[in-house]
Nanobody, 126 residues
Framework: QVQLVESGGGLVQAGETLRLSCAAS????????MAWFRQAPGKDRDFVAA????????YYADSVRGRFTISRDKAENTVYLQMSSLKPEDTAIYYC???????????????????WGQGTQVTVSS
């Protein structure tokens, strides 16, 4: 039902900026929560940010708050992650995720998301 395709990853130096895009397809995203997760080698898949499709409410992990901004463009069916002041510890594969199974709000658990993109690599050099 839902397909997600990430793009925009790459190699950047610490302190620089990247914007990731998640092109989404579905009949409607009403009631969905869209999120970004990331996973570094040998590490768990960690929550980064989330946004509700209809109300555009934003949620952030403490590690990225103030540096990253999540947004969505309803007309383009696209979710963005603007990443500023990048640090080497931000290096990971970044995944776009979506769920319509949340009853009362967002979730920072990967188990709550039933649709996933293929991931895009972000590497930040020091």
């Amino acid at each position: 039902q839902v397909q997600l395709v990430e793009s925009g990853g790459g190699l950047v130096q610490a302190g620089e900026t990247l914007r990731l895009s998640c092109a989404a397809s579905a009949r409607t995203f009403s009631g969905y929560v869209m999120a970004w997760f990331r996973q570094a080698p040998g590490k768990d898949r960690d929550f980064v940010a989330a946004v509700t499709w209809s109300g555009s409410r934003e949620y952030y992990a403490d590690s990225v708050r103030g540096r990253f901004t999540i947004s969505r463009d309803k007309a383009e069916n696209t979710v963005y992650l603007q990443m500023s002041s990048l640090k080497p510890e931000d290096t990971a594969i970044y995944y776009c995720a979506a769920t319509n199974r949340l009853l009362g709000g967002f979730s920072n658990s990967w188990r709550a998301y039933n649709y996933w993109g293929q991931g895009t690599q972000v590497t930040v050099s020091s």
